[in-house]
Every structure is written in C-alpha cells, then in structure tokens.
C-alpha cells in the first residue's frame, strides 16, 4: 500500500532558525541558565482534530481566539487554503482534516506524543541558556502542529511551529509507505530527540539570518557550522551524531578526514567559489558529499564549518558568543581562527 503526501494544500517550508551567545570562558564552564525560562507548547493539532467536521465552521473562531498569531501562518502559509474570507476556506479545512492519510498521521501523532514534557524541558534548558547567554534575545511561542509531511520546524516573528509528523521515529511505517519513500538520510533525523536541536537551530537561524552579500562556500560553511555550534552549546550534553544526524560511522570519517576534506576543497578552489548549484553540493542534506566519498556524510562541509568555528573560538577566548553571532565577514573569522586541521 503507498502514501502519497497529502499536497492538496501544503507547500515544502524550508526551516528557518536563530541563535545564542556568551562569553567563551562561561561557555567552557557549561554555565547554565536553567530555570529562566519555562517552556510549554501549544498543541494546535490536538484542538483542531478534536473537533468535528461538523463542527469546525463554528470552531473557526475559537481557534483564531486561541491562536491568534499560528491559526492565519497555518491557514494561509502552511495547508494554503487562505482565511476565513475566502469562500473555500471551510472546505478546504475540512478537506485536510478529514484525508485519509492525514487522520491516521493524527491518530499515530497521539500515540508517539501523548504529552510533550521531555521536549519542553528540553526546550526550556535550550531556550533560558539562550536568553541567559543573550538577553536581547526572548524566547518564541512554540506551537506543535500536523503538515502533511512536508516541513519540520517553521519560524515567524515571535513563532516557532514544531511539526510532529515529521518526527514519528525513524522507522515509522509512514516513512515508508509514503510515495516516494522517505530517504534513509533523512529518516534517521525523522525522531522526537532531534526536535529541541532543530527548533534552536531553526530560531537562531532566523534571528540570525545569513548575509546573502557573502555569495561563497566559505561563508555559507561557517554560518552554518557557526549555528551548529550555538545548538551545542545551548544544549549541554546533546551527543554528535544525535547533532548531526549522522552515524557512528559517519561522524569517524569527518574526524579522520578533517584535513584531506579541507585540502581538497583548497586545493581544488572550492573555498571561495560562488556557483549556487557547487554550494548547494557541500552543505544541503544528502545522503554522502558527492565530491569527497560515499562513506562521506551529507554536509561534511558544514562540519569543517563548525571546526573552523571551534578553532576561532578557541584561539580568540575574549571572544563571546554574541560577538560571534555579529561576525559577517566570514574570511576573517577563518583567518583568526588559525585554524589548521
């Protein structure tokens, strides 16, 4: 039997992120904020699927009062179907709500996620380290929600929604009966332990958005390992490959072959190249970086990125996190970071 993803109405929604900061000795200490913040997530897919198709016209008003800012994202941004104003509007919830494929996703929701109080304390470490360590920055709502599989985290202002079917487990049978199959490489971050390492990741890149007049691989891999290494340190004691997504075996290769990735990518002046498509290669998911090996991961360029990243950070200890964050020429930060694999 196949799945196919319910497209009616959803668009792919790339994640989106933000960031933290502190001073690197506080950040060698493991300094925690603890406690500043309580996290507790608004679980819209519980209320819209309680209510019954015959109900929902007349519910259209308490979820707006209820979720004021997530309900229009959803309506309009997410399943498309626009808002209240538009005479298809009733249908086309109805329409989401009431698809086969997208119920049964419901029903298996409530079972992986009865309640989320691992992943608020979870998110309640990562978020008070973040507000901690920089007080500029507050914490988002965080709304739980369906997509039919197509996003996992979405950020606006002040937002932050954690779609809970894109994280069934890796060996959910949706995974597998969806047409075309979920890809291994992506099914192995498809897990509930990887949602509070892309929700910080997600909110940081946001907050934190990449300086598009920085057109080159090298900035492209430092801002997103600089990101990475944010993710880490907010979230104490979170392992590599639960980070990266990658195997045990993957993770070896990036340590064993830190200099001969490095070398190659100087050598063949990769470095500074700017072709989009070349960009794309090195630091998109994907099942292994075509230009190094296949025992390779996905992204191995991003993670000489977050090694350019420690390197800097290491070197340069008055440095704090949020000086870090403000960093936008990115060649410089690379030759301070003397790094040197």
């Not at 329409?95 to 298996?108: E, K, L, P």
């Not at 507000?131 to 929600?145: A, K, R, V, Y």
């Not at 060649?331 to 301070?336: F, M």
Request: with cysteine; proline share 6%; charged share 25%.
């Amino acid at each position: 039997m196949n799945i196919k993803k319910f497209n009616g109405y959803f668009p792919f929604l790339l994640i989106l992120a933000l960031l933290p900061a502190c001073r690197q000795q506080e950040v060698k200490e493991q300094k925690s904020y603890a406690g500043l913040v309580d996290v507790r997530i608004g679980r819209f897919e519980e209320d819209l699927f309680s209510i019954s198709p015959y109900g929902l016209a007349d519910s259209i008003a308490y979820l707006q009062e209820k979720y004021p800012v997530f309900f229009p994202l959803f309506t309009h941004k997410i399943i498309e179907i626009g808002g209240p104003e538009h005479e298809w509007f009733i249908e086309g919830l109805i329409g989401f709500t009431t698809d086969f494929t997208i119920y049964r996703v419901s029903q298996r929701v409530k079972e992986v996620f009865p309640d989320l109080t691992k992943v608020e304390k979870e998110l309640s470490l990562g978020f008070s380290n973040l507000e901690g360590f920089l007080p500029e920055t507050e914490t988002p709502e965080i709304i739980s929600c369906i997509s039919g599989f197509n996003q996992s985290v979405v950020t606006s202002e002040g937002l932050l929604s954690v779609s809970l079917d894109k994280y069934l487990g890796a060996g959910d049978e949706f995974y597998r009966l969806i047409n075309p199959p979920v890809p291994e490489y992506e099914k192995r971050n498809m897990r509930p332990e990887r949602i509070a390492a892309d929700a910080l990741f997600a909110w940081i890149s946001a907050e934190f958005p990449f300086d598009k007049t920085q057109t080159n691989l090298l900035s492209n891999m430092i801002y997103e390992g600089r990101n990475l290494y944010c993710v880490k340190k907010f979230l104490p004691g979170i392992n590599d490959t639960l980070l990266w997504g990658y195997t045990s075996e993957q993770m070896n290769f990036c340590r064993d072959h830190e200099r001969d990735m490095w070398m190659y990518l100087a050598e063949n002046r990769r470095i500074f190249g700017s072709e989009p498509f070349m960009i794309t290669q090195f630091i998109k998911p994907a099942p292994f970086t075509k230009d190094f090996t296949q025992e390779s991961p996905g992204r191995a360029a991003v993670w000489i990125g977050y090694r350019i990243v420690e390197s800097y950070m290491k070197n340069n200890p008055k440095v704090s996190l949020e000086q870090l964050m403000a960093v936008t020429r990115y060649q410089d930060l690379l030759n301070l970071s003397k790094y040197s694999p």
